[in-house]
């Protein structure tokens, strides 16, 4: 009886080790161990973040190409520090802009500077801190300074301030960009152009004609 016994705890044995070999040595677990959900949960959550991390690094490229296409097309930028500006002012100060053919844009220091570098530009580094809006001249290089500059004069405003800019891809004071501000818009120009050629050509038919009476002996 004892012979087959011992037999049979031998069998069971041997069965309890073959099984270990198969699914390998048992091994506790202890507290912070990982299991293989969480390993598997890790993974996603990693891919998880590198993926908004893509999107976010796409986003920022995006905005950094519109930034040098902007720069491509302006014929001046003015850059303003604003501080305590109303939603009221802003919203009037865009509509103001838009007639004008004048973009207004709050960007981040680190894309307009990135831009900058990328399209060779320089001498604006000191300016690119603190809260900033960014006035783009799309058809001409006074527009947007004189909009700017008469909109804080007519409101008096201490929370908007013109620090530079650029003109023709060159970075300028505060003061040539009040100097732009106080040319004649290219309307008011083309307004003094067209007079001058009606009053030319009025003049000249004046002349024919009394040069013709003269030579009919009228």
Known sequence: MKKYLW???AV???SACSKDEEEGPYVPWRP???TEETIELDKATKVMILTEQSKNRILKEQVVEDIKAKLDGAQS???CSYNGLTVADVTELRALCRAQDVHYCVLKNRLVLKA???KGIEGLDHLLEGPNAFVFGMKDAVSAPKVINDFIEKKKLTSLEIRGGLLDSKAVDVQTIKSLAALPSREVLLAKLLGSMTN???SFVRVVEAYRKQKAGE
């Open 77 to 79: 930028v003015v850059i």
């Open 7 to 9: 037999m049979l705890v």
């Open 200 to 202: 030319a050509i009025g």
């Open 32 to 34: 912070g161990d990982q």
């Open 12 to 14: 069971c044995f041997l």
């Open 116 to 118: 900058l570098q990328e």
